[in-house]
C-alpha cells in the first residue's frame, strides 16, 4: 500500500516537473478516445482507428502514384516558397525603405493582404491551367504578402537612435543598410519567412483540393470518394506531421538569428 | 581660418520645432552663443526640455539650427563630423545583433579603419572602460552602466578630438553613476578631449567640468557660467570638500527657480495637449 | 518545437513571472502605419498569436531626445507628402483598371479569361438590383455566424482554464500551437465525409480553424498579466472575483480581442474556402458555379461583391477590436 502510494507521489512529482510528459499523455489519451470511437462508435466507412492508419502507411505510399504526386506537391511548394520569399524580400525592401512608396503602396498590400484571395482561385485555375503553375502562382500570392508586411515592419521599428547614432559615426547609407538595417531586420524576415510558409501550403494545398487531377489533391479526392478512410488520414496525417517539422525548423531559425533580443 | 583656438564656437543659434501656430511649434533654443576651448570639459545644465541636447546635436551636425552658426576646428558644421566629433548618447545605442567587440569595431568599419588596426585599438579601449571580459557579450546581456561603458569605447575607439555625451549616464543610478563619473574623469585627464557633456545632475557637472554652463527654461539660453577650478583628475574627495558643496549649492541656486518654470511649461503644455486630443 | 522553455526541468510554478507563453513576433496588424484600417490577417495564414510584442525587449528609456526631433518635418510637407501619395493611389487603380479595359477590349485577351470591366459593372450592379446573392449571402454568414460563435466560446473557456495554472499553460500551449502550424484545410475532405456537402462541413471547418487563434490568443493573454498587478490588487485585499473582473480581465482583454479578430477572420476565409471546395450553396459555391459556366463577366461582379463584404466584415471587426482596446 504505502509502497503504491509512494510510487503514485513520485509519477506525479515526475509529471509535475515534465509538462512535455504530460503533454505526450494528453496526446496518447486523444489518440486512445480516437482508437476507441473508431472500433466501436462510428461507421468503419468514415473514421478507422488510429492503429489502423499507423500500420498501413506503408500502403498510403504502395498506391501507385502516391510517391509521385507527393513529390509534385513539394516541388510546388518549394518553387512557390522561393519566389515568394523572394519577391517578398524585394518588395518589402523597396516599400521599407522608400516612405513615398510605403506611403503610397504600403495600404494597397495591406488590403490585399486581408482580401479572401480563395474567391478568385477559380480564376487562377483559367489563367494557369491546371498544371503545378496555378498551384505555384496561387501559393506565391498567399505566401508573399506575410513576407512583405513583416519585412516593411523589420525594417520600420529600427529604433532612430540606431540610425543617428551610425550616422554620427559616418556610415554611408550602404553602410546603413548592410551593417544596421538589415540585421535588424532578419529576425522580422524568417518570422515573415515562417507565416509566408504557412501561406505558400494553404494556397498550394487549396489549389489542389480544388483541380484534384493531379498531386495530393487527387489522391484525397479519390480515397474519400474510395470511402477509405485509412489512406485518407494516413496520407493527411503525413502532410500535418510534415506541416509542424517544417514550422518548428523555421521557428528554431528564427529563434537562433533572433537569440540577440532575449538574452 | 582657425584664428582662435576653440575648438567649438556657437553663434546666435537659434532652433525652432515646427512652424509658427502650429500647435507643436516650440522655441527649442533661444540666440545661443558659446565658445568651447581646446581640451576643455563643458557641462551644459539646465531644466528638462531647455534644448540642451538640441544644442549638442546641433554642434555634432545631427540637426540643423533654424538660424545661427557653429564652427568645428574652424570648419562651419554642415553635417555629422565623424572624424571630429565622436558621441555618447543617453539611450542605449549600441547595436543589439552586435557583441560589445563588434559594436566597438563598426564604428571603425565605418571609418574605414584597417582590420589589425581595429583589433589594436577595440582591445585598448576595452581595457580602458574596464569591459575586457564582456567583449563577446550581447547588448542585452549587459548592465545598463556597462552599456554605457561600452558606448563610451566605441565613442573613444574613433580617436576624434571631440567628444559629444548627451546625459550618458542618465538613465543609471546613482551609484553607478557616481563610479562612472570618477572614472570617466580618471579617463579623459589621460586623453585631452574637448568635451561637452549634457546632464541633468549637479554634482555630475560639478565633478566633471572645467565649466558648467546653466540653461534658462524654455525657449534656453545660456544663463550663466561657472568656472569649477579643480585639476583633473578629479579625486573622490573632491566630492566631499566644502569648494565641491559651494559650487553645487550655487548651481542649485541658479537652477531652482529655471526647474520650477519648466515643470509649469510642461504641465501648461499637457492640459492644452489634452484639451485638444479629448476635441 | 514552439515548447523548449517548458521542457525545462524547472518546473514552471516555480518560476517567478508567468513567461511559458512564446510569444513570437506578431505579424503587423494591417491597421497598422497606414490610412486603411482594415484587418490583418490573411487569416488562414496569421499562423501566430499577436500579443503585444514589441520587438526589442523594453528597458528603462526615455525616448531618444535627438531622434524623433531631428526626423520630424513641417507639417506643410507632411500634407503634400500625403496628397502625392494618395495620388500615385489613386494613379494606381486607375492605371490598373484602365490595362483592364484595354487588355479586354483593344489587345484582344480573350474574352473568357478577363471580360469587359464595364460588362463585369453592368453584372454587378444587376446582382444588386436582383437580391438574387440573398440566398447564398444568407448561407454564408449563417455558417460564420454559428462557426464563429462555437470557437469564440470554446476557445476563451478552454484558453481560461488552462490560463489559470503555468503548468496547463506548458502542458497545452506548445500543442496548440503545433496544430496551429498545420494548414488545417487538408482536413477539409474528412470533414465533408462526416458532416456531408452541406452548411454542417463548413460549420466545423470554420469552427476547427478559427479556434486555434483564439484559445492560443486567450492563453496568451490571461497568462502574461502582470505578477505586480495582481500582488498589488491582493495587497489591497482583492477576492478571486475582483481579481479577475478588475485585473485580468481587463489586462487580457487587449490580446484575447487580437485572437477574436483573427479567429473571425480566419473563420470567414475558411468557409469561404470551403463553399469553394466543396459544397451546395454559398457565395464561395456560387463562384466556383459560374466559373464552371463560363460566365466570366457574372463571376467577375461575385468576386467584387464577395471580397467587398469580406473587406466590410473584416473592418468592422477590427474596428470593433480598436474600440475594445481603447475601453
Given at each position: 500500500m504505502a509502497m503504491a502510494a509512494a510510487r503514485r507521489r513520485s509519477l506525479l512529482h515526475g509529471l509535475a516537473r515534465r509538462p512535455w510528459?504530460?503533454?505526450?499523455?494528453?496526446?496518447?489519451?486523444?489518440?486512445?478516445?480516437?482508437?476507441?470511437?473508431?472500433?466501436?462508435?462510428?461507421?468503419?466507412?468514415?473514421?478507422?482507428?488510429p492503429s489502423q492508419v499507423i500500420m498501413s502507411l506503408d500502403k498510403v505510399f504502395g498506391t501507385r502514384g502516391v510517391p509521385a504526386a507527393l513529390q509534385l506537391t513539394l516541388f510546388e511548394l518549394t518553387v512557390a516558397f522561393v519566389l515568394a520569399v523572394a519577391i517578398g524580400l524585394a518588395l518589402g525592401l523597396v516599400i521599407g525603405l522608400q516612405p513615398l512608396i510605403r506611403r503610397s503602396f504600403f495600404p494597397?498590400?495591406?488590403?490585399?493582404?486581408?482580401?479572401?484571395?480563395?474567391?478568385?482561385?477559380?480564376?487562377?485555375?483559367?489563367?494557369?491551367?491546371?498544371?503545378?503553375?496555378?498551384?505555384?502562382?496561387?501559393?506565391?500570392?498567399?505566401?508573399?504578402?506575410?513576407?512583405?508586411?513583416?519585412?516593411?515592419?523589420?525594417?520600420?521599428?529600427?529604433?532612430?537612435?540606431l540610425l543617428v547614432s551610425a550616422r554620427s559615426m559616418g556610415a554611408s547609407r550602404w553602410q546603413m543598410f548592410r551593417y544596421v538595417i538589415f540585421p535588424h531586420m532578419v529576425p522580422s524576415f524568417f518570422a515573415g519567412m515562417r507565416l509566408g510558409m504557412s501561406g505558400v501550403l494553404l494556397g498550394v494545398l487549396l489549389a489542389e483540393l480544388y483541380v484534384s487531377v493531379a498531386g495530393i489533391g487527387y489522391f484525397t479526392t479519390l480515397f474519400t470518394q474510395n470511402f477509405d478512410p485509412t489512406k485518407l488520414l494516413g496520407l493527411i496525417g503525413v502532410l500535418a506531421a510534415m506541416a509542424i517539422v517544417l514550422n518548428a525548423v523555421v521557428r528554431r531559425a528564427e529563434n537562433h538569428f533572433a537569440r540577440w533580443r532575449t538574452e | 581660418m582657425a584664428t582662435s583656438e576653440a575648438a567649438i564656437k556657437v553663434r546666435d543659434v537659434f532652433h525652432r520645432f515646427g512652424a509658427e501656430g502650429e500647435q507643436r511649434f516650440?522655441?527649442?533654443?533661444?540666440?545661443?552663443?558659446?565658445?568651447?576651448?581646446?581640451?576643455?570639459?563643458?557641462?551644459?545644465?539646465?531644466?528638462?526640455?531647455?534644448?540642451?541636447?538640441?544644442?549638442l546635436n546641433i554642434i555634432g551636425g545631427l540637426m540643423t539650427p533654424s538660424s545661427g552658426d557653429v564652427e568645428v576646428r574652424g570648419q562651419p558644421v554642415r553635417g555629422p563630423l565623424p572624424r571630429d566629433i565622436a558621441f555618447v548618447f543617453q539611450e542605449n545605442s549600441l547595436f543589439p545583433w552586435n557583441t560589445v567587440l563588434e559594436n566597438i569595431e563598426l564604428g571603425m568599419t565605418f571609418q574605414g579603419v584597417s582590420k589589425s588596426e581595429?583589433?589594436?585599438?577595440?582591445?585598448?579601449?576595452?581595457?580602458?572602460?574596464?569591459?575586457?571580459?564582456?567583449?563577446?557579450?550581447?547588448?542585452?546581456?549587459?548592465?545598463?552602466?556597462?552599456?554605457?561603458?561600452?558606448?563610451?569605447?566605441?565613442?573613444?575607439?574613433?580617436?576624434?578630438?571631440?567628444?559629444?555625451?548627451?546625459?550618458?549616464?542618465?538613465?543609471?543610478?546613482?551609484?553607478?553613476?557616481?563610479?562612472?563619473?570618477?572614472?570617466?574623469?580618471?579617463?579623459?585627464?589621460?586623453?585631452?578631449?574637448?568635451?561637452?557633456?549634457?546632464?541633468?545632475?549637479?554634482?555630475?557637472?560639478?565633478?566633471?567640468?572645467?565649466?558648467?554652463?546653466?540653461?534658462?527654461?524654455?525657449?534656453g539660453s545660456i544663463k550663466q557660467v561657472i568656472a569649477v577650478d579643480e585639476p583633473h583628475p578629479r579625486r573622490p574627495e573632491f566630492a566631499t570638500s566644502a569648494k565641491f558643496t559651494a559650487l553645487r549649492n550655487q548651481l542649485y541656486r541658479l537652477l531652482h527657480d529655471e526647474i520650477r518654470k519648466a515643470v509649469q511649461q510642461s504641465s501648461a503644455a499637457d492640459t492644452a495637449r489634452a484639451g485638444t486630443e479629448r476635441a | 518545437m514552439a515548447g523548449n522553455e517548458a521542457d525545462s526541468p524547472v518546473p514552471p510554478r516555480f518560476r517567478a513571472k508567468q513567461s511559458h507563453v512564446a510569444a513570437p513576433p506578431s505579424p503587423p496588424?494591417?491597421?497598422?502605419?497606414?490610412?486603411?484600417?482594415?484587418?490583418?490577417?490573411?487569416?488562414?495564414?496569421?499562423?501566430?498569436?499577436?500579443p503585444p510584442a514589441p520587438p526589442f525587449p523594453k528597458k528603462k528609456e526615455r525616448a531618444g531626445a535627438a531622434a524623433p526631433q531631428a526626423i520630424a518635418l513641417p507639417r506643410k510637407q507632411v500634407s503634400v507628402e500625403r496628397a502625392a501619395s494618395r495620388l500615385i493611389q489613386a494613379g494606381f487603380l486607375v492605371g490598373l483598371v484602365a490595362v483592364w479595359y484595354l487588355a479586354s477590349t483593344r489587345w484582344g485577351v480573350n474574352r473568357l479569361l478577363l471580360?469587359?470591366?464595364?460588362?463585369?459593372?453592368?453584372?454587378?450592379?444587376?446582382?444588386?438590383?436582383?437580391?438574387?446573392?440573398?440566398?447564398?449571402?444568407?448561407?454564408?454568414?449563417?455558417?460564420?455566424?454559428?462557426?464563429?460563435?462555437?470557437?469564440?466560446?470554446?476557445?476563451?473557456?478552454?484558453?481560461?482554464?488552462?490560463?489559470?495554472s503555468p503548468y496547463w499553460i506548458a502542458v497545452f500551449e506548445p500543442l496548440f500551437a503545433a496544430i496551429y502550424s498545420i494548414p488545417i484545410i487538408l482536413f477539409l475532405p474528412l470533414f465533408v465525409l462526416f458532416f456531408g456537402l452541406g452548411p454542417a462541413s463548413?460549420?466545423?471547418?470554420?469552427?476547427?480553424?478559427?479556434?486555434?487563434?483564439?484559445?492560443?490568443?486567450t492563453i496568451a493573454g490571461f497568462g502574461h498579466v502582470d505578477r505586480l498587478f495582481v500582488m498589488a490588487a491582493r495587497s489591497m485585499g482583492a477576492s478571486d472575483y475582483h481579481l479577475f473582473r478588475?485585473?485580468?480581465?481587463?489586462?487580457?482583454?487587449?490580446?484575447?480581442?487580437?485572437?477574436?479578430?483573427m479567429g473571425f477572420t480566419t473563420a470567414l476565409l475558411s468557409i469561404i474556402g470551403s463553399e469553394t471546395l466543396a459544397s451546395l450553396a454559398g457565395l464561395g459555391h456560387r463562384i466556383v458555379h459560374l466559373a464552371e459556366a463560363m460566365e466570366m463577366a457574372r463571376m467577375f461582379a461575385y468576386i467584387v461583391f464577395v471580397i467587398a463584404i469580406a473587406v466590410t466584415l473584416n473592418t468592422i471587426v477590427s474596428r470593433l477590436e480598436a474600440r475594445g482596446k481603447r475601453d
Open positions: 510528459l504530460a503533454r505526450l499523455l494528453v496526446i496518447a489519451a486523444l489518440l486512445a478516445l480516437w482508437e476507441v470511437a473508431a472500433r466501436f462508435l462510428v461507421d468503419p466507412l468514415f473514421l478507422s482507428p494597397i498590400v495591406l488590403l490585399l493582404y486581408c482580401m479572401p484571395q480563395v474567391t478568385i482561385l477559380p480564376l487562377f485555375i483559367l489563367f494557369f491551367g491546371i498544371g503545378a503553375a496555378s498551384k505555384i502562382a496561387f501559393g506565391v500570392t498567399h505566401g508573399v504578402f506575410p513576407v512583405i508586411v513583416t519585412v516593411v515592419a523589420g525594417v520600420q521599428n529600427l529604433k532612430p537612435i | 516650440v522655441r527649442a533654443l533661444a540666440d545661443t552663443s558659446l565658445d568651447v576651448a581646446e581640451g576643455e570639459l563643458l557641462c551644459l545644465i539646465g531644466p528638462s526640455g531647455c534644448g540642451k541636447s538640441t544644442l581595429r583589433a589594436a585599438r577595440a582591445a585598448e579601449v576595452l581595457a580602458a572602460v574596464g569591459l575586457k571580459e564582456f567583449a563577446h557579450h550581447y547588448p542585452a546581456q549587459l548592465s545598463g552602466g556597462m552599456r554605457q561603458r561600452a558606448a563610451l569605447a566605441r565613442a573613444l575607439s574613433l580617436k576624434t578630438p571631440i567628444l559629444l555625451m548627451d546625459e550618458p549616464f542618465g538613465a543609471l543610478d546613482e551609484q553607478t553613476r557616481m563610479i562612472l563619473g570618477e572614472d570617466l574623469s580618471v579617463l579623459l585627464a589621460q586623453s585631452r578631449k574637448t568635451i561637452v557633456f549634457v546632464t541633468h545632475s549637479l554634482g555630475e557637472a560639478v565633478f566633471l567640468a572645467d565649466r558648467v554652463a546653466v540653461f534658462s527654461a524654455r525657449p | 496588424s494591417c491597421a497598422e502605419g497606414s490610412g486603411v484600417e482594415v484587418v490583418p490577417g490573411g487569416a488562414f495564414e496569421a499562423n501566430s498569436p499577436a471580360p469587359n470591366p464595364l460588362a463585369v459593372y453592368d453584372n454587378l450592379l444587376d446582382i444588386l438590383r436582383s437580391g438574387e446573392f440573398i440566398d447564398d449571402l444568407e448561407t454564408t454568414l449563417e455558417e460564420l455566424a454559428a462557426a464563429f460563435a462555437l470557437s469564440a466560446t470554446g476557445g476563451i473557456t478552454l484558453g481560461y482554464l488552462i490560463s489559470r463548413k460549420i466545423a471547418l470554420g469552427a476547427a480553424i478559427s479556434f486555434f487563434p483564439i484559445v492560443i490568443n478588475h485585473v485580468l480581465l481587463p489586462a487580457a482583454s487587449p490580446v484575447i480581442l487580437t485572437g477574436l479578430r
